[in-house]
């Protein structure tokens, strides 16, 4: 056996899926569904996905283990442009994406199949259930896969539209939204659905400032429209490209990149003439609403992929502007060199606009002159602006300076000015990015206008209170998230669910020209797999499926006889698929990354609350984190991670399924590291080395047996516990270190006895199953067992197998071991004889005392002595005898109580240690003695006996 043999993991699969066990019919237990996030089709996935995948898988053989009926369905989503753009650059012969694919176990004659969106998704849809889930020993109900492509399941996404319609959560209205220039809109979360890069980014609405300027109009975009009764100056960048523009009866200069992103958003806008920025140096504009006539000066901060790529300069609030001016007026030759009057530049001052706590009336000078920066260019000068601008939102209030919005804070004069500016024409909205958005075809993703979205309506105060009221009774972990939940729900506002264009999904029911997008049609979808088999062995058919076929199945309405006769689906059938609806639902935990915590985990909750009755909402979430590469997290669409295939022929599937367990807490990233894994495989096989060699063994029994069983016992116990709340990590840490470390110990103790050995295999083998089932199987059927471990039951302790004094009296031997060898290392003697002493036997007195009385809660100091100090056998030790009663009150005072409930498993410390006197001689390689403090005509010349206390025996190296 060997725990890399694929061999051996291909011989389990084989046998659990012949026998059918991963297949979830109702019976009469308990039952438990779980899923994971299902995956979007967009290329192969990586050792990365499988950390959450396989956290799964781990639940749900537990739950078999403790006896639920466990539904654990599997799907792919293939909505989006995701296949579609993979299939086109299939189909130009992209070099990249051949060898990424043929890198990654893609046959070369399939290729010319994959030029096919539909051919793409039905591989990859076998690439993950063949390569990745069944390799890993999934116990997945496979008959219930679906796809988002499949016209059964288009057919529940469109009837679930209509239920939403019916209940007002879907609304029309014009949107402006991100939107691939090729494809038309897309999605931007951090799942990256339909996008290779900027999953972060979020919609920044400029207010576009229109400069007048002889015929033309000069615009800047600003995010801070309350600052510009402080404008002194206009900024150009001399080397950018700007385009003349005709917006309406206006002409408009804007840069290159900002007249493409307009186009999007503004109707009829006409390119007209390029213009080179150095031309636009010098001039007069008019600056909107406060009617000045200010100078147009050069600037090379000015970014053109920004805003306009013209900057309004307000030097007493912006750090970047008070120092580019500052720089540009003692800079005499570059403004003779763009033909600058030198003085009108140099008479150009700050004027104060703002009043804030703490701050000056000119808080950008203040700020740079603080942080000594003093030039452009500087890195502290983003720093300083985030001082300014953050104090100035939250604190700052309008002075008089800004007219009639003077006294105003800066949070209402912000939106006031704006609205001021647009009514009379001296402004207009733009929006753009926070950062470069690139679609998965490679196009750049743009803010595009759009007149009749539609959106479901998540800020619906009704289905908002009662998904806030839901999640407040659900299992939510981590513990973070079921505290946040509540935020993102109050947050969580209207989604735009359809998008045109090239996509693959379902079709919007109410206009055929819309496509479902990607996050609005993975929300109820757990539903649909407690019925997806019956469309899978074609015993209904998508035309079947209507409206009323819906509501009989998932919501109990109507008749069952009048659907039978509309759809054609018999009697017996409608009632079999609706025992399974009423069984298996609601969804017990769905399990996803962290980028599924403010998008797809709260429209999952809202739809179920939103459509279904309330004995279907969803009872539990479970996030994990990623595994990330070296520089963040590793990208499936890019390629650059290792071949799930790969790493589970290098490391061995059980190896990875431990790594996944116990490597971190589930709510933290964990690196990806080669070294750590090998780690894993290693520890593998130490466990699997350990068990064969026991259950080789077969000899006379021993005082250790008692204390394994009862170890392995407690340990089950601790398991229990700790999966009441999914704790894979403690549970992997329970059976593979410290359940090993322990069987280590039985066989350093002399253990090797076969009853035991058998007893501790029935224990702990089902302990494995969870986390590494091909090994426990192996091992299950290597210790004699005829059936499978998948399918055994919860180890069941006995009472009289739960020794708490057995397993103390071995604690005490450790720390013993542990005592000598700290005096051996410290003095360096190599010896020839070791005495221990055990504590007298009033000490014993006293320490029976003084428990009882902390059971009472009467423990103190005085109240201790006292009692000791009555015992006559106490007594008789005088002063020794108080100072030890108040040495052990407050010790015992500190303690926790745990601690105090195992100081009390009393055992015969004497007897145990002249029973490990042999084992003690063998380790030390030298004589042992074994006596009590205080027994007559013992050898102590340094009177070290008297250090002896109630479990920790006093130590003589001779």
């Known amino acids: 056996m060997s725990i890399r043999s694929s061999e051996i993991e291909e011989k389990w699969r084989g046998r659990w899926y012949s026998a059918r066990i991963n297949e979830a019919e109702i019976d009469g237990r308990p039952k438990f569904m779980i899923i994971f996030a299902y995956p979007g089709v967009t290329g192969y996935l990586h050792i990365g996905h499988m950390r959450g995948f396989t956290y799964v898988d781990s639940i749900a053989r537990y739950k078999r283990l403790e006896g639920y009926n466990v539904m654990f369905p599997v799907g792919t989503h293939a909505t989006g442009n995701g296949a579609i753009s993979l299939a086109a650059r299939i189909a130009r012969k992209d070099q990249r994406t051949i060898d990424y694919l043929c890198g990654n176990t893609c046959p070369v004659d399939m290729l010319e199949k994959l030029t096919d969106p539909v051919k793409v998704v039905e591989f990859f849809n076998d690439v993950y259930v063949n390569q990745y889930w069944k390799r890993f020993g999934f116990l997945c109900d496979w008959r219930r896969f679906t796809s988002t492509v499949n016209p059964d399941y288009q057919k529940f996404i469109e009837w679930q539209f209509r239920k939403l319609m019916q209940k007002g959560l879907l609304i029309q209205k014009p949107y402006y939204a991100p939107a691939c220039i090729a494809h038309g809109p897309v999605a931007i979360d951090a799942s990256e659905t339909d996008i290779q890069c900027g999953g972060c980014a979020e919609t920044v609405e400029y207010t576009l400032l229109k400069f007048k300027c002889g015929d033309m109009y000069l615009v800047a975009a600003t995010l801070r429209p309350e600052t510009v009764f402080g404008q002194t100056n206009f900024w150009v960048n001399p080397e950018a490209d700007y385009v003349k523009a005709k917006v309406g009866n206006e002409v408009w200069v804007v840069s290159e990149s900002a007249y493409t992103k307009l186009t999007y958003q503004m109707d009829g806008m006409e390119r007209m003439v390029a213009v080179n920025g150095k031309d636009l ?112 939102f939250h604190t700052g209030r309008m002075n008089g300076t800004s007219g009639e919005y003077a006294g105003l804070s800066v949070m209402d004069a912000k939106e006031k000015m704006k609205q001021a500016m647009l009514a009379t024409g001296e402004a207009a909205a733009m929006y753009d990015l926070s950062e470069t958005v690139i679609c998965r075809c490679g196009e750049p993703v743009v803010i595009k206008k759009v007149n009749d979205q539609w959106f479901i309506d998540y800020a619906n105060l009704e289905t908002t209170i009662a998904s806030k009221e839901q999640a407040k009774h659900m299992d939510i972990f981590p513990a973070e998230y079921y505290q946040n939940i509540h935020g993102v729900l ?307 302790t006995l009472p009289i197998e739960l020794d708490a004094s057995k397993e103390r009296a071995e604690d005490y031997l450790h720390a013993l071991m542990d005592d000598a060898n700290e005096i051996l290392k410290v003095t360096g ?98 004589a042992v003695e074994v006596y009590m403090a205080g027994e007559p005509g013992i050898v102590d010349p340094q009177n070290k006996a008297r250090q002896a206390m109630p479990g920790r025996p006093a130590i003589v190296v001779e």
């Open 829 to 926: 003697i190599r010896p020839t004889r070791l005495k221990f002493f055990t504590s007298a036997s009033w000490k014993h007195e006293v320490l029976e005392m003084a428990l009882e009385l902390s059971s009472k809660g009467e423990l103190k100091v005085p109240t201790l002595t006292k009692a000791a100090m009555a015992n006559e056998n106490v007594r008789a030790h005088g002063k020794e005898a108080s100072d030890f009663a108040r040495k052990i009150a407050e010790d015992l005072m500190k303690r926790s109580a745990n601690e105090l409930v195992r100081m009390g498993q009393r055992f015969d410390e004497l007897k145990f240690l002249k029973l490990c006197q042999e084992f003690l001689s063998h380790e030390y390689e030298c």
């Open 281 to 392: 140096i010098g001039l007069k504009c008019i600056a909107p609403m406060v009617h000045r006539e200010i100078l147009t000066l050069p600037a090379d901060f000015c970014d053109p992929n920004v805003g306009t790529g013209l900057v309004t300069s307000v030097p007493s609030d912006s750090p970047d502007d008070w120092i580019s001016l500052r720089a540009l007026q003692n800079d005499e030759a570059t403004l003779r060199k763009f033909e600058l009057n030198i003085e009108e530049v140099k008479a150009i001052k700050p004027i104060a606009i703002i009043e804030m706590k703490g701050w000056s009336s000119l808080p950008a000078v203040e700020v740079t002159e603080r942080m000594g920066i003093l030039a452009p260019g500087d890195p502290k000068l983003e720093e300083a602006k985030k001082l300014v601008y953050k104090d100035g």
């Open 490 to 796: 109050d947050w969580f506002r209207e989604r735009a669910c359809v998008r045109q264009g090239n996509w693959i999904g379902t079709r919007f029911p109410f206009d055929d020209k819309w496509i479902i997008e990607a996050i609005s049609d993975s929300t109820l979808y757990p539903l649909y797999y407690t019925i997806s088999k019956y469309a899978n062995d074609k015993l209904v058919t998508p035309e079947q499926m209507t409206e009323e076929f819906f509501d009989l199945l998932l919501l109990g309405k109507g008749d069952l006889s009048e659907v039978s006769s509309s759809t054609g689906v018999p009697e017996v059938l409608l009632r079999k698929m609706r025992d399974e609806v009423l069984y298996w639902y609601p969804l017990d935990l769905n399990l996803g990354g962290k980028e599924h915590m403010t998008v797809h985990f709260p429209a999952f909750l809202m739809n179920h609350v939103a459509i279904l009755p309330k004995e279907m909402w969803p009872r539990g979430i479970f996030v994990n984190w990623w595994v990330i590469g070296k520089g963040g997290k590793i990208s499936k669409s890019k390629g650059g991670a290792q071949p799930i295939p790969g790493a589970a022929e290098q490391y061995g599937v059980d190896a990875l399924r431990l790594y996944y367990a116990h490597i971190a807490s589930p709510f933290a990233d964990v690196e990806w590291d080669n070294e750590a894994m090998e780690s894993y495989t290693a520890r593998m096989e130490r466990m699997e080395r350990i068990l064969l060699d026991l259950m080789a063994m077969d000899g006379a029994p021993s005082e250790v047996d008692g204390w394994l069983v009862s170890r392995m016992a407690n340990r089950a116990l601790r398991v229990k516990e700790m999966m009441r709340s999914l704790d894979l990590r403690s549970m992997a840490n329970e059976v593979y270190f410290e359940a090993f470390n322990d069987l280590r110990w039985y066989q350093r103790r002399g253990g090797c006895h076969a009853p035991t050995i058998r007893r501790v295999m029935d224990i702990l083998i089902p302990l494995m199953m969870p986390i590494t089932p091909h090994t426990a199987e192996e091992l299950w059927e290597t210790s004699g067992h005829t059936g499978m471990v998948s399918v055994a039951p919860f180890p069941q």
